[in-house]
């Protein structure tokens, strides 16, 4: 069962909800046709309910919306992107075990 902390997004909303969050934010970029989205989707279920209040995780879906990752040259999903203060921070490409994605989130969560 998907994370009630994971929340859809779409480029109307990237500003607001990554750019200008006072938390950081771990951005999934997606689709429902990836098979490797959807192994790590329990990973980031665990990791938006561990974090509530210190991280904002977000999935986008990149056929619905096209802007954002041509704008973060997104080439290959899933690609996650870490962003505090509005920057990006870090990227992982591909799908990665849990403690790989834990070290990701880990440089902006205090």
Not at 3 to 27: H, I, T, W, Y
Not at 29 to 35: D, I, L, P, S
Request: hydrophobic residues 45%; aromatic residues 6%.
């Amino acid at each position: 069962m998907a994370s009630a902390n994971v929340k859809m997004l779409s480029d109307a909303e990237f500003q607001k909800a990554v750019l200008d969050s006072p938390v950081p934010v771990l951005l999934d970029f997606t689709a429902t046709w990836c098979g490797p989205c959807k192994a790590i989707s329990p990973i980031l279920d665990q990791i938006a309910d561990a974090n509530v209040g210190k991280l904002a995780v977000y999935k986008l879906d990149i056929d619905d919306n096209m802007e954002t990752p041509n704008k973060y040259g997104v080439q290959s999903i899933p690609t996650l992107l870490v962003f505090k203060d509005g920057q990006l921070v870090d990227r992982r490409v591909g799908a990665a075990p849990k403690p790989v994605i834990d070290q990701l989130v880990a440089r902006v969560v205090s």
